[in-house]
């Protein structure tokens, strides 16, 4: 078992930044691939980004491709999303994710053990 917990949403202006964390125990982290997914009211739930085991390898949705970033601190048990340029449409509950092997990276099926998510809200 993998538990996972993030942390560091809230209400943001648009054009602002948050830096989410997930912090993970239960089993050995950098054995495990690491994702991050959002999901809207009334949406499915989508893929944000994701990061090999070792950090060597990252992946994002084309909708926040340079403006956020994924990384990890295997020392720590901790991965990160670091959001920036903020838009009301990235209003969401970001959920962290675990899997040991993925193939794309990118859809919610391929990961075993999920947080509890964390409120983003942008004002416009």
């Known amino acids: 078992q993998v538990q996972l917990v993030e942390s560091g949403g809230g209400l943001v202006q648009a054009g602002g930044s948050l830096r989410l964390s997930c912090a993970a125990s239960?089993?050995?982290?950098?054995?495990?691939?690491m994702g991050w997914f959002r999901q809207a009211p009334g949406k499915e739930r989508e893929f944000v980004a994701t990061?090999?085991?070792?950090?060597?390898?990252?992946y994002y949705a084309d909708s926040v491709k340079g403006r956020f970033s994924i990384s990890r601190d295997n020392a720590k048990n901790t991965v990160y999303l670091q959001m920036n340029s903020l838009k009301p449409e990235d209003t969401a509950a970001y959920y962290c994710?675990?899997?040991?092997?993925?193939?794309?990276?990118?859809?919610?099926?391929?990961?075993?053990?999920w947080g509890q998510g964390t409120q983003v809200t942008v004002s416009s």
């Open positions: 990061i090999a085991k070792s950090g060597s390898f990252t």
């Open positions: 239960g089993r050995t982290f950098s054995n495990y691939v």
């Open positions: 994710a675990a899997a040991p092997s993925v193939v794309t990276g990118s859809r919610p099926h391929e990961y075993n053990y």
